[in-house]
């Protein structure tokens, strides 16, 4: 049998701004374990970067944050590079959200709507 994993408790990293937030995954013992931060775009539309998620479960956590805080300031569309993402994440986020695939220069970006489908 296998340990349960810490529990992941997500904060703001930085003060934020009219067109940034940026917030950290810090696991139960206090360490930085993942980053992300969402720029607005244009519009009423942003884009997250996962700058460090090292598993499925931390990413989703950051996105999760991010789209809440997106929801806050009013934007209502997400973006999110999926180039540099995992299938397991992609697909992750595919079953967690209603999204699209914008291809964008030879990009794709998964896309998906701040208001909760159910809602």
Do not use: C
Request: aromatic share 2%.
């Amino acid at each position: 049998m296998s340990a349960a994993p810490d529990p992941v408790l997500v904060r703001s990293s930085e003060p934020e701004t009219l067109d940034r937030a940026a917030v950290v995954a810090v696991d139960g013992n206090g360490a930085i374990v993942g980053r992300a931060s969402l720029s607005r775009l244009y519009g009423m539309r942003a884009e997250i970067d996962l700058e460090h998620a090292p598993s499925t479960t931390i990413a989703l956590a950051l996105v999760d944050a991010l789209e809440r805080e997106a929801r806050r300031r009013g934007l209502v569309r997400l973006e999110l590079d999926a180039v540099p993402l995992s299938d397991s994440l992609i697909a992750a986020v595919r079953r967690r959200r209603s999204t699209a695939g914008e291809v964008r220069a030879s990009h794709t970006y998964l896309t998906w709507s701040t208001t909760p489908v159910n809602s």
